[in-house]
Each structure stands twice: as C-alpha cells, then as structure tokens.
C-alpha cells in the first residue's frame, strides 16, 4: 500500500506539472504543440517494434501506473521525471520518442533540449569521417545541416551560402552552450579554443566640441582609462584600408600586408578609436590566454547603408612558427609555455562579397601534404601557394608546432 502511494504521488505531481504549465500558457497547449512539430527525433521512431496489445507495465518496475512506450525500442517504461526509468533510458540509449499510454500524448525526453540534436549529428559526423574501417571512401553531411538549419531557426540554410565567420561564431557558441557550458563552466569547446585578454578603453570627447571643453572633460573620471578582462574563441584581426585609385596600367593595385603588421593591435600599445551610435572610445588589446588551437578572422567585408565591401588585401603569413610570445601580459609571459603556432586550416574567399565561393587549404599531418577543397573537389596544393590566396579563417595549432620540434 506504501509503495502504491508512493507511485499514485508520482503520478499526482506529473499530472499537477502538466496543469501547471497549461495555467502559465493561458490558452490550451499551444506552446507544447509548436514543439512537437519541431520535434528533431521523429525519423528515429521504429514502427516495426511497436506493439500495443501488451500489457500496461513499466518493464523494471512492473508499475502499471504513468507508464510511457518508447517508440524507437518498443519497451515500457514509468514516469518521464529527472530520475524516472524513461528519462534514464532516453539518456542511457539516446532513445528520445515516447508515449504516454493512459493519455496517448508524445513526449520528447530530455525535454527542450533541440540543439543537443547539433551535437549528436556533429558526433555521428565525426566518428565517420575517421573511422578507419569506412566501407565508402566520402561520407555525406546532409543529416548535420539538417541539423544545422534547424538549431539555426534557419539563419544557415543549405540552399543558401552564408558568412563562414558568422557560421564559424554560432557554431562555437551552439555546442559549447548544447554541452551545458557557461561563461563560468567550461567545455570541450572553451577547453580547445577559448582564450582571454585585456581590454583598455577609454571615451573620447565629442569631436566638434572645442579644443578647452575637450580638455576639461579628459580630467573627469569617466573619461579616464578602464580595464577590462575578456575571453574570445577567435581573434579578429583588422585589415588596413584598400586603394581607391588605379595605377599606371589602370589597374587597381592589390596591396599586401605582414601578419605581424595587423597582429600588432594586440600588443597592448597599439591604439584605436571604434565609434558607436552616441560614443566614441580608443581602445587597446592585450593577450593574457592562449588557446591550444587558435582561430584568427580577418576582417575582409564592411557593411554600410547600402551595400557590403570586400577589402581584397593579401595578409603575407608564414605557414609555421607564428610566435605571439610578444603580444602577452608579462605575467602571462612566466606562465605560458607553448607560444608558437603552425598552421593547420585556411579558409579563401573568391570573388566578390554576395558572388563570391570559398575554398579551404588543409593540413595532412601524416604526410605534411596541404590539400585545397572546393565542394567535392580535393587537390594538392603547394604551400607557397596558400599565401597567395585571400585568406578569410585560419586555425593554427600549438600542439602541432610542439610535436615539429621534439
């Protein structure tokens, strides 16, 4: 009788939650509705182990009271709460559909959780683009942008080329946020990429005041300069003006700049002013963290009122041995033992801002070969070339650099 109790008390809170959550929608179940249509499990449900003439029963508590039916393995299972034996199968087999028998209504289990979906097809993805015993020489990513586009609520379509550092931004934050982490617990991705830095700002006067009400507004203390600690996931490096004028030959010159040149804006004396709708601030940068892998984004397009303008720069950079000893705090200089980066990705933008393609170099370790990927399309390529290119990401890795010198 106990234990009876116990289990109808069970039932009793799952129904009074229900009841709860129709109270705070107001008008039926209409928010719970929109998510069962977007539910990203229903092409796992396996219809040829479903049998319904069994009886009611959860299949380890033999409680025939709140019991649902998982729809990928066909067992019952009692109750859908935190430490119920449904949510410890779903999360124990990655069985998500289930049905409650009494009321006949679906759930999906854990509950609200959409974007693990990304992290789940990102997983599949992986282990089959390494797996060694791969029957097939390619493997589709059709089912991780599917993916992609539904955790994205379509911001990232596959019809549709999008911005790779706006990709490259969500996607980092999508699965460090779907694999629980926050800006205070950390994840695999926070763990891999994530580095900080100090940041110095300062607010600068209006510019068409004059030069003694300028003066006498340095002296307040909201205009003196400010520190801040900050992390990043990539590192965006700024590009220096392109040419408006032609050459001799008409021809517009493309210029070229050192990587070093534009890596200066973190050395922690290099200043510069950024604007906003009502304030304009001079700030500096200064590294305090480095990553194991570390991404750099170079600035190439700015956006205006009217349209999107590509800056055609060539950034001159060396393949190995980048070191951002120098851009350091010297506290972080005692502590930080690998400064020195090689370069294991490099993503191309051709062509113009709304025409243009992108391509990738990419670094095989085993054989030190670089390889240039387009689409389905996979050639050698030789590194003098990769320098060539209009470089738009790079990934650049310290533990490769390491294991290049033991």
Same mark, same amino acid.
Request: glycine letters at 4%.
């Given at each position: 009788?106990?234990?009876?109790?116990?289990?109808?008390?069970?039932?009793?809170?799952?129904?009074?939650?229900?009841?709860?959550?129709?109270?705070?929608?107001?008008?039926?179940?209409?928010?719970?509705?929109?998510?069962?249509?977007?539910?990203?499990?229903?092409?796992?449900?396996?219809?040829?182990?479903?049998?319904?003439?069994?009886?009611?029963?959860?299949?380890?508590?033999?409680?025939?009271?709140?019991?649902?039916?998982?729809?990928?393995?066909?067992?019952?299972?009692?109750?859908?709460?935190?430490?119920?034996?449904?949510?410890?199968?779903?999360?124990?087999?990655?069985?998500?559909?289930?049905?409650?028998?009494?009321?006949?209504?679906?759930?999906?289990?854990?509950?609200?959780?959409?974007?693990?979906?990304?992290v789940q097809r990102f997983g599949e993805l992986m282990r089959k683009l390494w797996n060694p015993r791969n029957f097939k020489a390619h493997v589709s990513p059709h089912e991780m942008l599917q993916a992609?586009?539904?955790?994205?609520?379509?911001?990232?379509?596959?019809?549709?080329?999008?911005?790779?550092?706006?990709?490259?931004?969500?996607?980092?934050?999508?699965?460090?946020?779907?694999?629980?982490?926050?800006?205070?617990?950390?994840? &695999?991705?926070? *763990?891999?990429?994530?580095?900080?830095?100090?940041? %110095?700002? $300062?607010?600068?006067?209006?510019?068409? !005041? #004059? @030069?003694?009400?300028?003066?006498?507004?340095?002296?307040?203390?909201?205009?003196?300069?400010?520190?801040?600690?900050?992390?990043?996931?990539?590192?965006?490096?700024?590009?220096?003006?392109?040419?408006?004028?032609?050459?001799?030959?008409?021809?517009?010159?493309?210029?070229?700049?050192?990587?070093?040149?534009?890596?200066?804006?973190?050395?922690? &004396?290099?200043? *510069?002013?950024?604007?906003?709708?009502?304030?304009? %601030?001079? $700030?500096?940068?200064?590294?305090?963290? !480095? #990553? @194991?892998?570390?991404?750099?984004?170079?600035?190439?397009?700015?956006?205006?009122?009217?349209?999107?303008?590509?800056?055609?720069?060539?950034?001159?950079?060396?393949?190995?041995?980048?070191?951002?000893?120098?851009?350091?705090?010297?506290?972080?200089?005692?502590?930080?033992?690998?400064?020195?980066?090689?370069?294991?990705?490099?993503?191309?933008?051709?062509?113009?801002?709304?025409?243009?393609?992108?391509?990738?170099?990419?670094?095989?370790?085993?054989?030190?070969?670089?390889?240039?990927?387009?689409?389905?399309?996979?050639?050698?390529?030789?590194?003098?070339?990769?320098?060539?290119?209009?470089?738009?990401?790079?990934?650049?890795?310290?533990?490769?650099?390491?294991?290049?010198?033991?």
């Amino acid at each position: 009788m106990v234990s009876l109790k116990r289990e109808r008390d069970v039932e009793l809170d799952d129904d009074d939650e229900e009841e709860g959550v129709a109270a705070k929608v107001g008008r039926g179940r209409d928010p719970e509705d929109r998510r069962s249509r977007h539910c990203p499990y229903l092409d796992t449900i396996n219809r040829s182990v479903l049998d319904f003439d069994f009886e009611k029963l959860c299949s380890i508590s033999l409680s025939h009271i709140n019991v649902y039916a998982c729809l990928i393995c066909g067992k019952y299972f009692q109750g859908r709460g935190l430490k119920s034996h449904a949510y410890t199968h779903s999360v124990q087999f990655t069985h998500h559909v289930f049905l409650n028998l009494h009321t006949l209504k679906f759930y999906c289990l854990p509950p609200g959780d959409i974007m693990f979906l990304l992290v789940q097809r990102f997983g599949e993805l992986m282990r089959k683009l390494w797996n060694p015993r791969n029957f097939k020489a390619h493997v589709s990513p059709h089912e991780m942008l599917q993916a992609v586009v539904l955790c994205s609520k379509k911001n990232f379509q596959i019809t549709k080329q999008g911005d790779a550092v706006d990709f490259l931004s969500w996607f980092l934050n999508a699965l460090h946020s779907a694999l629980g982490g926050t800006k205070k617990k950390p994840s &695999i991705i926070t *763990k891999v990429f994530q580095g900080s830095m100090r940041i %110095f700002s $300062k607010k600068l006067p209006h510019p068409d !005041l #004059p @030069p003694e009400e300028k003066e006498a507004l340095l002296l307040k203390e909201e205009y003196q300069e400010e520190m801040s600690e900050s992390t990043f996931l990539f590192l965006t490096l700024d590009l220096p003006t392109a040419p408006l004028y032609k050459d001799e030959k008409e021809q517009l010159i493309i210029p070229q700049v050192p990587l070093f040149n534009i890596l200066a804006k973190f050395n922690g &004396i290099t200043e *510069k002013e950024y604007k906003t709708y009502k304030e304009n %601030f001079l $700030k500096r940068f200064q590294l305090t963290k !480095l #990553p @194991p892998y570390l991404i750099f984004c170079i600035k190439r397009f700015t956006k205006n009122n009217f349209f999107v303008e590509k800056n055609p720069t060539i950034v001159n950079f060396p393949i190995t041995n980048v070191d951002l000893r120098e851009y350091l705090t010297e506290e972080a200089m005692a502590t930080e033992k690998n400064t020195t980066y090689d370069l294991v990705a490099n993503v191309v933008h051709d062509g113009k801002p709304s025409e243009g393609a992108y391509r990738i170099h990419v670094l095989h370790h085993g054989t030190g070969k670089w390889y240039e990927m387009q689409d389905l399309q996979v050639t050698d390529i030789l590194p003098q070339m990769i320098t060539l290119s209009e470089a738009y990401i790079q990934a650049s890795s310290a533990f490769l650099s390491c294991y290049n010198h033991i």
